[in-house]
């Protein structure tokens, strides 16, 4: 499905955030890349989709190299390319379904889209998909006037009206309290098994990191420092984590965090 080739990241102001990252991701795999704040993980993420644009390498999705595409050309990859925040990116003063509907605007014409113009059938999907993930109820609701864990499924129930076939998730629960955390990686790991769609997820809480991947990239300082399977990273001492990450590694349990 996914293929990074020597994937490098200088920003304008010098900093190296990726260098000669490569590595492959296989339909349903579940992905998990760790590595402590700034060693990479967030512009990883988005250079797949062309959030961010590469310095140099490829990207090669469904054989189609996305880091070589112009602007104008990107609609269509990123139709199938969902992606899920830290900080849910939604639109706060608006309702939860207008919110989810956003996920759609990759299909329609784009005026429409302007003017709120979704076909009923549109809507109908997305209070389903709203439905699945518990929240059929807060449909109405203002997104701000939802909890951190509501916020995060509205922002997965947007990326699943794009009909992806990937799911980027950048710490999606980096904000949420441990409960909460399992809860909304709970279901990401449904999707992932139950309709195949392959996620990729950057997490640094090793508890998480152990529960959840069957497949783990680290990273430290842009550059790929471990790679393992699920079953791998769980046979692992605090000691070898410590190694990955250059510094004590972080755990999170169901009722509070440790370092």
Do not use: W
């Amino acid at each position: 499905m996914l293929e990074i080739k020597n994937l490098t990241k200088v920003y304008d102001d010098g900093t190296v955030a990726l260098k000669n990252v490569s590595f492959d991701v296989q339909d349903g795999e579940f992905l998990v890349v760790i590595g402590l704040s700034g060693s990479g993980k967030s512009t990883l993420l988005r250079c797949i989709n062309r959030l961010i644009d590469p310095t140099e390498g490829q990207i090669i999705f469904n054989g189609e190299d996305v880091a070589a595409l112009p602007q104008s050309d990107l609609r269509h990859v990123r139709r199938k390319i969902g992606m899920v925040f830290q900080h849910f990116n939604l639109v706060k003063r608006s309702s939860v379904l207008t919110n989810v509907l956003a996920g759609r605007l990759g299909y329609i014409n784009p005026y429409k889209s302007l003017a709120g113009n979704f076909p009923p059938s549109i809507r109908k999907r997305a209070l389903e998909v709203l439905d699945h993930l518990g929240i059929a109820n807060q449909a109405k609701k203002r997104a701000d006037e939802l909890s951190g864990g509501q916020q995060q499924r509205v922002g997965i129930a947007r990326a699943l009206m794009q009909d992806p076939e990937l799911i980027l998730a950048d710490e999606p629960v980096a904000s949420l309290d441990p409960v909460l955390a399992h809860s909304i990686l709970g279901t990401l790991e449904s999707l992932n098994q139950e309709t195949g769609i392959t996620v990729i997820c950057s997490l640094h809480y090793l508890d998480l990191v152990q529960r959840y991947a069957t497949r783990v990239i680290g990273l430290r300082s842009g550059e790929i420092v471990y790679r393992g399977t699920g079953k791998d990273i769980r046979q692992m001492t605090d000691e070898e984590f410590k190694d990955i990450y250059g510094e004590e590694a972080v755990r999170v349990s169901a009722g509070k965090r440790e370092e």
